[in-house]
């Protein structure tokens, strides 16, 4: 069993690999030599009537030739393991930077506790496949085809004994490993779903125990559980049957080579010193084979993690994703520094996206603009479309047509990491991590002094109820903002946005959820963030369209109109029917 994507991941370091390989090749050789050695000590001592003086010339390099042997096969185990880690450490790079690259719209399709675990567990179990599984594949058939090479010229009868009997091993290994190989994938799909269920049972805990249903889905966990125990106890029962076969056919075999000896030896036809020494020789010809077996479902483990592993490497990116863009000093109309430049007018231009390789469409054509220090409220139904132009102009995604363009200059043709410094987010729900408070606002900014993290959170309205915490800037808030209020944590995401000082704002309905007094700390601090940008806002509440100098309304992935509040109230359309479905009426 070879893998041809993990084989390509050895790249790098194929020169490890082969000095394992051929380590373990000298330390084989070494094991014929010992042999020797042994069968001529014996044949001495016992027929020869050789006293210890007579053979300690023979003693002594034969210790050597046992403690070269060690130290070679330590050596060899040594470049093997350092092989596994610079390919694990390579591959987990690679993993962690494209799901990166894929964005929040991938990872949020995905189940969050499944993805750490491939991040985890199933690099983890590459391990064994390239220290153990990769290498002894070339040394069962390296060290045999050596063993061979001695045997032949001494008993060609014994040679073909060897010969004939060593590809039962590797055939029966196959005939077992195609039905292990599909038990070892169902043993990492469990895995990988309790993984995710786990995850998911404690970040919703607090639903759970408020509905009563922590005990059910403890219930759940522990069917999950057993069902990884059964297919994991079914995983061994292979290995133990499959470690059983290939021991048994071994030992017949060498019983074989022993029994055709002995006939030989009893009848004179052959000096017992060559045939002790074929005897030796027996053992070590089948053992890289029986390591093999063994290593075998090992390198099946990390076989089935590899499939999710590639899985998640070969899922494309948006195409305008993978542009190298347009370099720093070919970019009119677009300041490479951030700040209160304008990167506007911000135009959309028959716009369209689709999820899901094209079955759902999200936008179906939409244009619109955006001018220096305008404030654009994005309104509509839900599944309108409002998150995919938010989406879409983060760079999370690329327009499947049409085009987005800053300053004239497609959007397409910058890229996204330049882009993104020119544009800061104020979510619904904002993702606090945990660390410090300073650490928290510092994000955008991270080498950002203390005197100017102070000034963003002053202007937010968060100093001071930051000094009042137990360190101050210094006190520690868990994942996702533990010990903090939901007003508290938005009034830090609009800290960040201060922080950035990015000329273009996108506000995501940034005072749902929030009780009247929270509600209105965060509207005179967003009143203030807003001051000298362009802002594009998500939004459905009155209080904050009235902050709007237009509104546009979507639905169904189009402009269905645009204009003022009572601009669109008059008109007693889409928006008036969404304004009158929330309670307001003027």
Not at 240 to 256: G, K, P, Q, Y
Not at 357 to 368: H, M, N, T
């Amino acid at each position: 069993m070879m893998d041809k994507r993990l084989w390509r991941e050895t790249g790098p370091v194929r020169f490890f690999l082969a000095l394992s390989i051929g380590l373990g090749l000298g330390a084989g050789l070494l094991a014929i030599l010992q042999a020797g050695y042994l069968a001529r000590i014996v044949n001495g001592v016992f027929l020869a009537g050789r006293s210890l003086s007579d053979v300690w010339l023979w003693l002594w390099p034969l210790l050597g030739i046992i403690i070269l042997r060690a130290g070679l096969a330590w050596a060899s185990e040594i470049a093997a393991h350092r092989v596994a880690a610079r390919i694990k450490h390579h591959l987990r790079r690679r993993l962690l930077a494209h799901i990166l690259a894929l964005g929040p719209v991938y990872a949020g399709g995905e189940r969050t506790g499944e993805l750490v675990n491939v991040l985890v567990e199933g690099i983890e179990a590459l391990d064994a496949y390239f220290a153990r599984y990769l290498p002894q594949l070339a040394l069962a058939a390296l060290v045999p085809l050596a063993v061979l090479g001695f045997v032949f010229p001494l008993d060609w009868i014994a040679g073909l004994i060897l010969l004939c009997t060593a590809p039962l091993i590797p055939l029966f290994m196959f005939l077992i490993g195609s039905w292990a190989q599909s038990l070892s994938q169902k043993q990492w799909e469990t895995l990988s779903r309790m993984s995710a269920h786990f995850l998911d049972i404690l970040q919703g805990l607090t639903t759970l125990k408020i509905f009563g249903r922590s005990k059910v889905q403890a219930e759940v966990m522990a069917r999950i559980s057993d069902s990884f125990r059964e297919t994991t106890l079914g995983v061994l029962r292979v290995a133990f049957l499959s470690a059983l076969v290939l021991e048994f056919i071994a030992t017949i075999s060498t019983a074989l080579v022993a029994v055709a000896i002995g006939l030989r030896l009893v009848a004179g036809q052959m000096p017992f010193e060559q045939a002790f020494f074929i005897l030796l020789l027996a053992p070590e010809f089948y053992l890289p084979l029986r390591l093999l077996g063994s290593h075998f479902h090992i390198g099946l483990a990390g076989a089935a993690a590899a499939e999710r592993i590639f899985a998640i490497l070969e899922t494309p990116r948006a195409p305008n994703q993978r542009r190298p863009g347009v370099p720093a000093g070919d970019r009119p109309g677009l300041p490479d520094r951030p700040g209160l430049q304008p990167v506007c007018p911000l135009a959309f231009t028959e716009v369209h996206y689709a999820f899901d390789q094209g079955d759902r469409p999200a936008l179906r054509g939409i244009s619109f603009q955006l001018q220096p220090h305008e404030r654009i409220a994005l309104v509509g139904p839900s599944g309108a479309g409002k998150s995919t132009v938010a989406h879409l102009l983060l760079r999370f995604i690329e327009p499947d047509r049409g085009q987005i363009t800053a300053n004239g200059l497609p959007l397409a043709q910058i890229p996204a990491a330049q882009w993104r410094r020119h544009v800061a987010l104020v979510p619904q729900t904002p993702y606090l991590f945990y660390g410090t408070v300073a650490e928290n606002i510092r994000l955008g900014q991270p080498e950002a002094p203390m005197a100017e993290v102070m000034a963003a959170a002053e202007q937010a309205g968060a100093h001071r109820f930051i000094t009042a915490l137990p360190q101050g800037y210094d006190t520690q808030v868990g994942e996702n903002g533990l010990r903090l209020s939901g007003g508290q944590a938005q009034r830090l995401a609009i800290a960040r946005a201060f922080l950035k000082d990015a000329p273009l704002l996108i506000l995501d309905e940034a005072t749902a959820g929030l009780d009247p007094v929270n509600e209105r700390f965060v509207l005179e601090a967003l009143e203030r963030l807003m001051q000298g940008r362009t802002v594009l806002f998500i939004a459905h509440r009155l209080n904050t369209l009235r902050l709007a100098d237009r509104i546009i309304v979507l639905q169904e992935g189009l402009v269905a109109e645009t204009g003022r509040h009572r601009e669109l109230l008059a008109r007693q359309g889409v928006y008036q029917r969404l304004v009158a479905a929330f309670g307001g009426g003027q």
